[in-house]
């Protein structure tokens, strides 16, 4: 007979990870299902700083390796799969993946959120070309040359500042004129000398022949367009695209309640709308997403899961 899990996490990031670690401590049949690696994105992460005990240059991918082998210490399965189809509806909970067929008694949804577009000509194309959503996987690339970093948030200015270890010049082009940033990350960025600003502009379009050759910038203010041309001999530059992320929910639409945003939308407890179906991290409506807040969710939903299993599964 097909297994039935107690349990199972979509995604395996921090929320994931730990949401599998509380369930499989406390005994429940607990599979971890993951599309890509281990991690979400602090996987893509370099420095952690603000977790607590994160600290002596922790970085991302080892607290994921961590995480990945407590939870594994304790009977979690971790398995690849990218999940196609989800029906939430009965008491037993199936999900299809590409690889399979799962069943749980239980679901907990924890997708993340992935990086947003900018939507300019030439992203797409120079994507891998020049074009990155991620500075730890790539900043190593651009070693002496010039990189933009697109956006205002904590991403863009945290990566910024990692990218200048790296660049001879970095550039943060936000679209408006102020950042939008933690002001003690605002603060450090301000005082690298291998950081410049340029406000009140989007990119209109990046433009090159197989690598990044120029990107087209326009002032908001003034609708002035300027055009900033790769380095005679290095012939190209990097771009970082970090302007916000987009909820992993596609597979939820019409299913369950989304905010606007298209977040889920969960109390307290983590508790969708759907019975035995939960949310946890940065999927969900919420105020703060990081990692502190993120394994918080992870933990309150396996034990509302337990509890939920336990009232409902009551012979
Ligand atoms: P974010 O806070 O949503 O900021 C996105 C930035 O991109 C904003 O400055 C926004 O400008 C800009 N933007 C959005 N769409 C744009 C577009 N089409 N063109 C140009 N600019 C655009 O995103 P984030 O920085 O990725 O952070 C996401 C969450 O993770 C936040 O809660 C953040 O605190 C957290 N985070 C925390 C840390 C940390 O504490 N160490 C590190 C990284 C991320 P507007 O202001 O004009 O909208």
Redesign the pocket.
Known sequence: MEKIYDVIIIGAGPSGLTAGLYAARDRMSTLVLEKEKPGGQIATTDEV??YPGSIENATGPDLVARMVEQCKEFGAEIEKDTIQEVNLEDKIKVLTGDKGTYKAKSVIVATGATP?K??APGEVELTGKGVSYCATCDADFFSDFEVFC???????V?EAIHLSKFARKVTIV???EEL?A?KSIQEKAFKNEKIDFIWNT?VKEIKGDGMVESIVFENLNTGEVTEHEADEEDGTFGIFI????IPETDLFKGKMELSKAGYIITNDNMHTDIPGVFAAGDVREKT???VATAVGDGAVAAIQAEKYIEHAFEE
């Open positions: 700083a603000n947003r900018l939507g697109i956006g205002g948030g904590d991403s863009a945290e936000h679209r408006r939008k933690a989007q970090f302007v916000g992320y703060l997403r990081q």
